[in-house]
């Protein structure tokens, strides 16, 4: 597997315990707003403590949650350094809270850190429920994490990646401590997840084939206990996967349809179907896409990416519900034997679909996705797609799009998604739409013009639900980031793996 889990051990103590065996190379305060006025509590030493009050009063420190600042410890402090961190005042909001976790990265990566030492005082945690304490500490591994992380590079000249290896937590708040410890092993899992969709997203399309994505669905299965099945090219073909087939018939690298499933209550009556657009690479086929930006399309399967991290959270946290993933994998590529404007296609559900743009290839292989999964037990279903550039028209890189056929179902994800930390936007669905995916040759048309592009791409998707509830998450504006941001380095962000995670605890985990 392409992501191997943090390799990073922790520790959750009391404030008032013995010192550590073992001294950290790095002190992690937190300074609420209220904490650095001029009569503020003791944060962590006096001196230490004058020096970021001065630097409040002068503005280079607002205390923003993610901002930090380094002051040499210069023997006042066994660590050589301490950092103090912006944060809002408790309660703290996870959102908040992975930014202050995110705005330490950066620092850690460029002091090279190896240990380090938070220190959170009691009224830092003031106010702070069991619910909301473990919620908190989940959001502050999350953030950390996710702030650490650093595309791999083939190269010794590539981005200096992270060192810290142990981190210890300090509790002011003793009481704090059972709810801090089972909030940051949460964390811990969720960030995998997502680094482990990043790994995916980043990975180069030469090393990272439909077949290769298959293998790692087949090790995920094979580390948690999941079954899946793979449908080479001839499978495909007896399943009457037009679409799937269709979109990759131009490579030499040949599709897969892959299915994996959890089964984490047998007697539970519905299963929630989660499809991931796979296409490794995305040159636009015959509609070729402009030259400058087109290695950004290693990228055209972070749908796949979001989907998989979700399984292997599932398979890690061992949630009693139903899951079947389904990616739809393939390369698009111009050759002599790729699909072409004006083909009519027939999909694995029986509807034929006139090609007007070739580029317009990811509904096409979700729409065989989509029936597969239903095909598979799906009940309900959620796609996720690098689908449309329209979308960040609408929404720009910071808000996934999303569309659905049943409000409820869709509130339950957004408040899902608040919780994770990231934003979701609905975009309408109106029937009125549908005429723009009218075609006098077949059942519909894979392109509806130039308005409404992401809405039309969404309805094309949603007539091969059969009628059941659906939602699509258009991520064509935030499964990649050109530079750094916030807990999102620069490549594959694994968005929509929180939100995925916490909808399938909160809603489909009968353990509760």
Avoid at 258 to 267: A, E, K, M
Avoid at 363 to 374: E, K, Q
Wanted: proline residues 4%.
């Amino acid at each position: 597997m392409r992501w191997k889990d943090w390799p990073l051990t922790w520790e959750t103590i009391a404030w008032a315990d013995v010192e550590s065996p073992q001294a950290s190379d790095m002190v992690i305060v937190m300074a609420e707003r209220q904490a650095l006025r001029e009569d503020g509590e003791l944060l962590l030493h006096p001196e230490l403590d004058k020096e970021i009050r001065e630097r409040y009063v002068r503005g280079q420190f607002t205390g923003e949650p993610g901002e930090a600042v380094v002051i040499p410890g210069l023997g006042l402090i066994p660590e050589k350094y301490a950092l103090y961190v912006g944060s809002e005042a408790a309660k703290h909001s996870p959102r908040k809270m992975r930014e202050a976790a995110a705005g330490m990265g950066q620092t850690l990566i460029d002091y090279q850190i190896v240990r380090a030492s938070a220190r959170l005082s009691a009224k830092w945690l003031e106010g702070a429920g069991d619910e909301n304490c473990e919620n908190a500490s989940s959001a502050f591994m999350e953030g950390l994490l996710l702030g650490l992380y650093r595309r791999n590079s083939a190269s010794a000249q590539g981005r200096v990646a992270a060192k810290l290896n142990a981190i210890e937590f300090r509790l002011g708040d003793e009481s704090a401590l059972e709810n801090w410890s089972k909030g940051l092993r949460r964390g811990y899992a969720a960030a995998n997840a997502v680094c482990y969709a990043r790994e995916l997203t980043n990975e180069p399309a030469n090393l990272l084939t439909p077949a290769r994505l298959a293998e790692e669905a087949v090790a995920l299965a094979e580390r948690y206990d999941m079954t899946c099945q793979v449908y080479d090219e001839k499978e495909a073909e007896r399943a009457g996967m037009g679409g799937l087939l269709a979109v990759g018939g131009g490579s030499a690298n040949p599709p897969r349809m892959i299915v994996l499933r959890h089964q984490g209550s047998p007697d539970a009556k519905e299963t929630l179907g989660l499809v991931g657009k796979g296409v490794t690479f995305d040159t636009g086929g015959i509609s070729l896409k402009k030259a400058e930006g087109m290695e950004e399309m290693i990228s055209d399967m972070g749908g796949a990416a979001a989907v998989l991290g979700a399984m292997r959270a599932i398979g890690e946290f061992g949630l009693a519900a139903n899951v079947v993933a389904v990616i739809p994998a393939a390369e698009n590529m111009p050759s002599g034997s790729a699909f072409k404007p004006g083909d009519v296609i027939r999909t694995s559900s029986g509807l034929t679909v006139e090609v007007l743009n070739t580029d317009a290839e990811g509904r096409i292989v979700l729409a065989d996705g989509l029936t597969t999964a239903i095909r598979h037990g799906a009940t309900k279903l959620i796609d996720v797609a690098t689908l449309t550039g329209a979308v960040m028209h609408a929404l720009g890189d910071w808000t996934t799009g999303a569309f659905t056929n049943d409000e409820t179902m869709l509130q339950r994800f957004r408040q899902a998604s608040d919780q994770a930390g990231e934003y979701v936007w609905p975009l309408p669905t109106y029937p009125e739409y549908r005429k723009l995916l009218r075609s006098d040759v077949a059942d519909l048309k894979n392109h509806g013009g130039s308005w409404a592009g992401a809405i039309a791409g969404a309805l094309f998707i949603g007539a091969f639900a059969e009628e059941r509830p659906w939602i699509h998450l258009d991520i064509g504006g935030t499964a990649w980031m050109w530079s750094d941001r916030g807990m999102e380095s620069k490549g594959g962000t694994g968005v929509m793996v929180r939100s995925l995670i916490e909808y399938i605890r909160r809603d489909w985990d009968i353990s509760g």
